[in-house]
């Protein structure tokens, strides 16, 4: 091998080896013959080095020139807040253009299939300033490995944008690097809806589950549910279109399988005459109290439990007559508090995904699909009933997505739904059960098996074991008790004091700030992990941290203008304090107290 042309790698792995980033590992294993993999460099007769492909042509030679090639991946208008997702990195010609050109707050994840090619890139360049900067990571081609990578770019999603970059030398070698950029594009659509929702209505969620506290602590856990459905065949049913013609089929013959449903779908059911075992809601909007007005009868809610996240709003729990249980999901009071002593679901972004989820973790044994379109093919969007059945703009580009489905006809989806669908295809596969689909139209769910009816009940599918759906229910039942309830020691009076001492601090920085660049920055840093500190505060303070996270993070240069912003995140964050130490501390339970 030729140390001078590979003269970087031994650092750059050694540095992902002491950064214990997983890339490193990967490429250990993945390549045998190092020498053999490092051979197909050499140098073009434009004089520059290439990567030779199977068919002996380079890489770089049938390209555009550089650095034009890549002179877009600069042209950002405010780099400092953004990130860039390269899939396929060559020898690092992209790459190298886009670190030299942006500060050091622009993040770039680098996503190569290949690790021939990429130890042939470690090898030209030193990249450990950027890699021990935080500046760049190489990331392994494993949806989970992406998936957890896009993550921690939450701040640069916020405050800024995330650019993918398909490179284009690459794209020549095989179909790997399309598919791999299909891949990334979807978890970035993902993270995009999940954190909008996180972003934007964090703070009404566990407002709601502050509210909610007490109410949860008297209706019980679910914790004793784990298990607790094995033998069961579990019915989702959604109120996609198809609902309309196959309700009415399952209602006359439903077999003797347990038939989940969410909250919202419930006066479509009434429609067709199937009423489900259980229902489950997430949705956290007060316009949540209009479904009620959609059913004809109350009563039919009566003896019907619902599991409510504890994020709802008060009122739509509080109007619900029949037995209620608490769901504790993630991103809330419960996420570090309570793991061990309650089930603390990801409860995703759509019902039907948690329903997904929330049954397979009680074991049951088959999973049956209906009414879960995620599509639709006329004007409407959901079954007769439903809040959301009204005419559906199919002229609008931004949201619309044109579809066919495995009958060959042309549907209409959305990003929301695809999204959800991908997260329920990822859940199912996870959940090792067989699925299987009543397919109405609407786009194919991989990992499900189509059926009808008619085959289902021919298959026995729609039967579980004997009394395992007795047995749930009743286990079920039993877990609506109420529960002993936490106390929690105030901290509004220390927190107010930290804060105060930190404050006078950063004012004497800002008289001059030129000066104190550097201690402005690290003591806005010890600020923000102050913020985060308690894990029980957390959750309702993830805006206020968020936004110190920026401050810290995209910011360039500090002015004595920051200092505002700087004090509007400290009220908001104390107010939230003062708030928490009421709800959950001794005056909550002595503010129950009176009012029993």
């Given at each position: 091998m030729n140390t001078t042309l590979h003269q970087y790698l031994t650092a750059n792995l050694e540095t992902m080896a002491s950064l214990k980033?997983?890339?490193?590992?990967?490429?250990?294993?993945?390549?045998?013959?190092?020498?053999?993999?490092?051979?197909?460099?050499?140098?073009?007769?434009?004089?520059?080095?290439?990567?030779?492909?199977?068919?002996?042509?380079?890489?770089?030679?049938?390209?555009?020139?550089?650095?034009?090639?890549?002179?877009?991946?600069?042209?950002?208008?405010?780099?400092?807040?953004?990130?860039?997702?390269?899939?396929?990195?060559?020898?690092?010609?992209?790459?190298?253009?886009?670190?030299?050109?942006?500060?050091?707050?622009?993040k770039v994840l680098v996503i190569e299939p290949r690790p021939d090619m990429l130890l042939a890139c470690l090898g030209q360049t030193d990249y450990t300033p950027f890699l021990k900067l935080g500046k760049l990571r190489f990331v392994m081609p494993g949806h989970d490995q992406i998936e957890q990578a896009i993550q921690r770019l939450d701040i640069k999603l916020i405050y800024g944008n995330i650019h993918l970059r398909n490179d284009l030398?690459?794209?020549?070698?095989?179909?790997?690097?399309?598919?791999?950029?299909?891949?990334?594009?979807?978890k970035l659509e993902n993270f995009s809806v999940e954190l909008a929702t996180l972003?934007?209505?964090?703070?009404?969620?566990?407002?709601?589950?502050?509210?909610?506290?007490?109410?949860?602590m008297n209706d019980g856990s679910l914790l004793p549910l784990k298990d607790m459905a094995k033998g069961v065949t579990a019915v989702i049913l959604g109120a996609g279109p198809s609902l309309a013609d196959i309700g009415p089929?399952?209602?006359?013959?439903?077999?003797?399988?347990?038939?989940?449903?969410?909250?919202?779908?419930?006066?479509?059911?009434?429609?067709?005459?199937?009423?489900?075992?259980?229902?489950?809601?997430?949705d956290f909007r007060p316009e949540m109290l209009a479904l009620y007005d959609g059913?004809?009868?109350?009563?039919?809610?009566?003896?019907?439990?619902?599991?409510?996240?504890?994020?709802?709003?008060?009122?739509?729990?509080?109007?619900?007559?029949?037995?209620?249980?608490?769901?504790?999901?993630?991103?809330?009071l419960a996420t570090y508090v309570f793991p061990d002593h309650e089930l603390v679901l990801d409860a995703g972004g759509n019902v039907g995904v948690t329903l997904a989820r929330f049954l397979a973790w009680t074991g049951v044994g088959r999973i049956i699909l209906a009414g879960q379109d995620f599509a639709w093919q006329a004007d409407r969007s959901h079954a007769p009933g439903h809040h959301a059945h009204e005419t559906v703009a199919l002229n609008d580009q931004s949201t619309t997505v044109h579809i066919t489905n495995m009958h060959g006809q042309r549907i209409y989806s959305n990003v929301g739904y695809l999204s959800a669908k991908r997260d329920l295809e990822k859940d199912l596969r996870k959940a090792q059960v067989p699925v299987y689909n009543i397919y109405g139209g609407g786009v194919e769910i991989e990992g499900s098996r189509v059926v009808d009816v008619d085959e289902c009940h021919a298959r026995g599918l729609l039967t579980?074991?004997?009394?395992?759906?007795?047995?749930?229910?009743?286990?079920?039942?039993?877990?609506?008790?109420?529960?002993?309830?936490?106390?929690?020691?105030?901290?509004?009076?220390?927190?107010?004091?930290?804060?105060?001492?930190?404050?006078?601090?950063?004012?004497?920085?800002?008289?001059?700030?030129?000066?104190?660049?550097?201690?402005?920055?690290?003591?806005?840093?010890?600020?923000?992990?102050?913020?985060?500190?308690?894990?029980?505060?957390?959750?309702?303070?993830?805006?206020?941290?968020?936004?110190?996270?920026?401050?810290?993070q995209c910011r360039e240069k500090y002015a004595p203008t920051d200092m505002k912003e700087y004090r509007d995140i400290l009220k908001r964050s104390l107010d939230k304090v003062k708030e928490m130490d009421a709800a959950l501390g001794p005056q909550g339970v002595t503010r129950k107290e009176a009012a029993a």
């Open positions: 980033e997983p890339v490193a590992t990967w490429l250990a294993k993945s390549v045998a013959d190092i020498e053999g993999a490092l051979g197909r460099i050499f140098v073009n007769h434009m004089g520059i080095l290439d990567w030779r492909m199977d068919d002996g042509s380079g890489l770089i030679a049938k390209c555009p020139p550089l650095p034009a090639l890549y002179d877009d991946w600069r042209r950002l208008e405010k780099p400092e807040r953004d990130a860039t997702v390269i899939v396929g990195v060559n020898l690092g010609y992209g790459l190298n253009h886009l670190l030299t050109g942006t500060p050091n707050s622009h030398p690459s794209q020549q070698i095989g179909p790997e690097y399309a598919q791999l950029t299909h891949i990334t594009r979807g972003r934007l209505k964090q703070e009404v969620m566990v407002g709601n589950e502050l509210k909610n506290f007490s109410r949860a089929q399952l209602a006359q013959r439903p077999g003797h399988a347990l038939y989940a449903a969410a909250l919202q779908t419930l006066p479509a059911l009434e429609r067709v005459g199937l009423k489900p075992d259980i229902c489950l809601a997430i059913l004809r009868d109350d009563s039919w809610l009566k003896d019907l439990p619902l599991i409510y996240s504890t994020k709802m709003d008060p009122r739509v729990v509080d109007h619900y007559p029949g037995p209620r249980i608490p769901l504790w999901t993630m991103g809330g579980s074991e004997p009394g395992a759906k007795e047995r749930f229910l009743w286990s079920l039942k039993r877990a609506n008790q109420p529960r002993v309830r936490p106390v929690y020691e105030p901290r509004y009076k220390t927190w107010n004091n930290s804060l105060r001492n930190a404050t006078r601090q950063l004012e004497k920085f800002f008289k001059k700030p030129g000066k104190h660049q550097q201690d402005i920055h690290q003591l806005l840093n010890r600020v923000y992990h102050f913020l985060k500190q308690d894990p029980l505060y957390l959750p309702y303070l993830y805006n206020e941290i968020m936004d110190m996270a920026a401050m810290v």
